[in-house]
C-alpha cells in the first residue's frame, strides 16, 4: 500500500512536473567535482568529523566520507560541506 | 554556481559587520551545531579539530544567543579571535584626537572638493582663453569660487550677452575642474543689400586680368593697371536718356596680384646637443604660493634647455585639489656651430616664406608664378627674397555716398 501511494506521488510530480525533491521529501545534492557538495532539505546532523559526516534526512540517512571535511556553511535549509569526497552513501 | 563571486562579497559583510571565532568543546558537537541551527545561530567555516572540539566562526548577534545552547549539550565555548570593524573601532574608541583626526581630514577633503579649482576653457578659435575668462570672472566664475551657490544656468546666459561672438557655451563641472566649451559664431561679412546702389573698388594693386560686368559702368579694362581703392566699377550710370541712374554694381574682376616676402638668414646653425646631465628643481605651489624644494638656485650648467612639467594633485581624476608640485629640469646642452650650405638655406627659408605668403592670401587665389632670389649680405648672413604673382577677384563693393 506504501508502495503505490509512493509510485503515485512519483508520477503526479512527473505529470505536473514538480520538483521531485519537494513531491518526494528526498535531498536535493549538488556536486562541485569531488570537493564541494550542497545538501537541501535535511533533518540534521547525527556525526561529524573530518573524514566521516553522517547527515540525516527525510528518506535516508546519508554518510559521506572523505578528507578535511569542513562545513562551510549551515543553516536550516542546507549544509554545504568542502573538502575531499570520497564516497557517499545511503544508508535506509 | 555563484558562490564564487557571492563569498567575496559575504566575505566582506562579515567584516563589516564583524564576526568572532570560537571553539567549541564537548561531547556533543553535533548537537551543539544542530541546536544552533535549528535556533538561527548562524555558524560557518566549521572545523574539527580532533575528536571533541571544533572551530567556527560566529556572528557577534549569534554569540550572544549561544550560551543556552552551550549549556544545554554541556559545550565549552572558548573565543580564539575578534575580527572585523566593530572591533577595531572599539579598539580605539578612547583614542579621541585620532577620531578628530579622522573627522577633520574628511570634513576638509568635502571642504576643498567643493570649490571649483581648475577651468578649462576649449572650442575657441579666435576669441582668446584670456578674453574668455575675464568675462567668466565678471559673471562671477572664476577659480576658488565655491560650487553650491553656483549658477550655470544664468553664467552661460550672462556669457552670451556679454561676448558677442559666441554661439553657444557650455559649463560643465566635473568634481574641481570646470570645463567650458564654446563655440564661435561665424560673423557674416558686411553684405550690401542688393537695391542698395553701390560701386566696386579695388582690394588691392594688380593688373587687370578680366573683368565681366553684370549691371554698373566699368571704368577699367584688361591690362589696365589698378590700385588700391580705385574705382573699377561704377553704379552711377549716365545715359542720354533716362539721365542719372544709380545701381547696385555687380562684377568679377580678377587681376593679377605679387606678394614679396623677405628674409634675413643665418648660414651658420646652432646645434642644442644634450649631454645627458640632468638637474632637477622642485616647488610645490599652494594658492599661487611658491614654496621652493631646494636650496641654492644656481643652475650648475653654461648651457641648458629648462622644461617645466607642472603635475595637480587630484583625487582620482576629477578632484583637483589647488596644489601643484612644478618640476623644472635642467638639461645640459652643448652647443655646435655648423654652416649651412647656401642652397639648402634658401631653399629651406623659400619654403616658410611661401608658408606665410599663403596665409595672406584669399580663398579664390591661384598662384601662376613664384621667384626666388637671395643677396649676400656679409659672409654669414644672406636676404632671401621670394615674389608669388597669382590671379585673384580684387573687386570690393563699396556704398554710393549721394548727396
Not at chain 2, 2 to 21: A, I, K, P, S, T
Not at chain 2, 169 to 191: C, D, F, S, W, Y
Request: aromatic residues 8%; positive net charge.
Amino acid at each position: 500500500m506504501k508502495k503505490d501511494i509512493k509510485s503515485i506521488k512519483e508520477k503526479v510530480s512527473e505529470i505536473l512536473e514538480l520538483p521531485r525533491e519537494v513531491v518526494l521529501n528526498a535531498p536535493r545534492m549538488v556536486f562541485i567535482g569531488n570537493k564541494d557538495v550542497t545538501i537541501e532539505n535535511y533533518k540534521g546532523i547525527i556525526e561529524y568529523n573530518d573524514t566521516v559526516v553522517r547527515i540525516n534526512t527525510n528518506t535516508h540517512m546519508l554518510r559521506i566520507t572523505g578528507q578535511d571535511l569542513e562545513i562551510k556553511n549551515i543553516t536550516s535549509e542546507e549544509i554545504i560541506l568542502s573538502g575531499i569526497i570520497y564516497t557517499v552513501e545511503f544508508i535506509a | 554556481m555563484l558562490r564564487g563571486e557571492r563569498m567575496l562579497l559575504v566575505n566582506l559583510f562579515q567584516l563589516m559587520c564583524g564576526y568572532l571565532v570560537i571553539s567549541v568543546e564537548g561531547y556533543f558537537i553535533e548537537k551543539f551545531i544542530n541546536i544552533c541551527t535549528r535556533r538561527q545561530i548562524y555558524l560557518w567555516d566549521i572545523k574539527k579539530i580532533n575528536k571533541c572540539s571544533m572551530r567556527s566562526k560566529i556572528s557577534i548577534k549569534g554569540f550572544k544567543a549561544i550560551r543556552p545552547v552551550a549549556y544545554k549539550t554541556k559545550c565549552r565555548v572558548r573565543i580564539v579571535s575578534k575580527k572585523g570593524i566593530p572591533f577595531i573601532i572599539n579598539r580605539y574608541r578612547r583614542r579621541k584626537a585620532f577620531f578628530i583626526g579622522v573627522l577633520l581630514f574628511f570634513v576638509l577633503l568635502g571642504y576643498m572638493t567643493s570649490f571649483i579649482w581648475i577651468i578649462e576653457v576649449y572650442g575657441n578659435e579666435e576669441l582668446s582663453t584670456e578674453e574668455i575668462m575675464l568675462q567668466l570672472q565678471r559673471c562671477g566664475f572664476k577659480v576658488g569660487v565655491f560650487k553650491p551657490g553656483l549658477d550655470i544656468d544664468r553664467i552661460e546666459n550672462e556669457m552670451m550677452l556679454r561676448i558677442n561672438r559666441l554661439a553657444w557655451i557650455g559649463i560643465q563641472v566635473k568634481g574641481t575642474k570646470a570645463l567650458v566649451e564654446v563655440k564661435e559664431r561665424k560673423m557674416p561679412p558686411e553684405v550690401i543689400d542688393k537695391y542698395t546702389p553701390c560701386n566696386i573698388v579695388a582690394a588691392k594693386d594688380g593688373v587687370v586680368e578680366s573683368i565681366v560686368v553684370k549691371s554698373g559702368e566699368p571704368m577699367v579694362k584688361k591690362g589696365d593697371t589698378i590700385k588700391k581703392g580705385q574705382l573699377l566699377v561704377s553704379g552711377v550710370m549716365d545715359s542720354k536718356v533716362q539721365g542719372i541712374r544709380y545701381t547696385h554694381a555687380v562684377a568679377s574682376i580678377r587681376a593679377r596680384t605679387w606678394y614679396e616676402k623677405s628674409r634675413e638668414i643665418s648660414l651658420i646653425k646652432i646645434k642644442r646637443i644634450k649631454t645627458g646631465e640632468k638637474h632637477v628643481k622642485h616647488t610645490i605651489k599652494f594658492f599661487g604660493k611658491r614654496i621652493n624644494l631646494y636650496l641654492s638656485s644656481s643652475i650648475p650648467y653654461e648651457n641648458y634647455d629648462k622644461m617645466t612639467y607642472n603635475k595637480e594633485v587630484s583625487i582620482g581624476k576629477e578632484y583637483v585639489l589647488p596644489i601643484v608640485l612644478e618640476s623644472n629640469v635642467f638639461e645640459e646642452v652643448r652647443i655646435e656651430k655648423e654652416t649651412v650650405p647656401v642652397e639648402v638655406a634658401v631653399s629651406e627659408a623659400v619654403k616658410s616664406l611661401h608658408e606665410d605668403i599663403k596665409k595672406e592670401l584669399s580663398e579664390d587665389a591661384e598662384i601662376i608664378d613664384q621667384k626666388s632670389d637671395y643677396i649676400f649680405i656679409d659672409e654669414k648672413n644672406i636676404l632671401v627674397k621670394l615674389l608669388i604673382e597669382t590671379i585673384e577677384e580684387v573687386g570690393i563693393q563699396e556704398k554710393i555716398l549721394k548727396n
